[in-house]
């Protein structure tokens, strides 16, 4: 399969090192011409492609599926991206759960109140485009590199009972991998790992219910409908085990 990746960032370059694996023909695209060398380690193909700017998208044509990774909560690349030609069977959009308004509650892909205005007017852009795109909302990106334990190395948490909505990285390649194989179209999925524990929990190594039963009070984010839909089982169900 011809996959791009439009937007590598440290998820879209992990999607592309993944994919090429897999052996499909990766075309990953940069804004910054310094990532050009780092980035044909992880790809068939590598183009400069910013969408404020003028740029051609001639080298696009043909491909199977495109992945949209821009910076989700961000409209300089709304005016480049909606004079696009090219067209493209199966896409996918990279968005965020922090569209869901911070409320304590459970949030679903049902809810569609008050949500972000900058997201929104994100993922309203690229559907009103390719109506076809399918929508993953992704929780706090974590994984290697990225950890509690790192973010706050020389700090302290304020707010340690706060329960998390975290993914680990390895969950995402794998789920949008499921995507591009399915005939699954215009459907939006939240990308949250299904347990929830707190932050003390995770940096302290605290052994807690992390599961279904939540606290009153916490602003919690459903992955329901990605396991029902899909039967998938989370590679990475808990964060408190993501850095192990």
């Known amino acids: 399969m011809k996959i791009a990746v439009i937007g590598c960032g440290w998820v879209g370059k992990k999607l592309a090192e993944y994919l090429t694996g897999k052996g499909h023909h990766v075309i990953a695209t940069t804004t ?16 400069l492609l910013d969408f404020s ?35 493209f069977p199966k896409t996918i959009l990279f968005s965020s759960t922090g569209i ?58 304020s707010n340690p009972e706060k329960r998390v909505n975290y993914i ?30 707190t932050m003390g929990e995770i940096l302290n190594g605290e052994d807690g219910k992390s599961g279904d039963s939540y606290d009153s009070g916490q602003r919690i984010i459903s992955s329901e409908l990605l396991i029902r839909e899909f039967n998938y089982t989370f590679l990475h169900p808990d964060p408190k085990f993501f850095n192990l």
């Open 32 to 47: 910054s011409p310094d990532k050009i060398q780092e980035l044909k380690t992880a790809a068939s193909e590598v183009h």
């Open 53 to 87: 700017k003028d740029s051609e998208t001639e080298f696009l044509n043909d491909t199977d599926a495109a992945i949209f990774s821009m910076p989700i909560s961000q409209s300089s690349w709304f005016k480049g991206f909606e004079e696009m030609q090219n067209s």
């Open 100 to 157: 869901y308004p911070q409320e304590n509650r459970i949030f679903t892909e049902k809810d569609t109140t008050n949500l972000r205005p900058d997201i929104g007017a994100a993922e309203k852009t690229v559907r009103e485009k390719y109506p076809q795109t399918n929508i993953l909302r992704f929780g706090g990106l974590m994984g290697g590199e990225r950890s509690l334990h790192n973010f706050f190395r020389n700090k302290e948490i």
């Open 168 to 197: 680990h990285y390895e969950d995402i390649l794998a789920i949008v991998e499921l995507l591009l194989n399915s005939d699954k179209s215009s459907e939006i999925y939240n990308i949250v790992a299904p347990e929830h524990p």
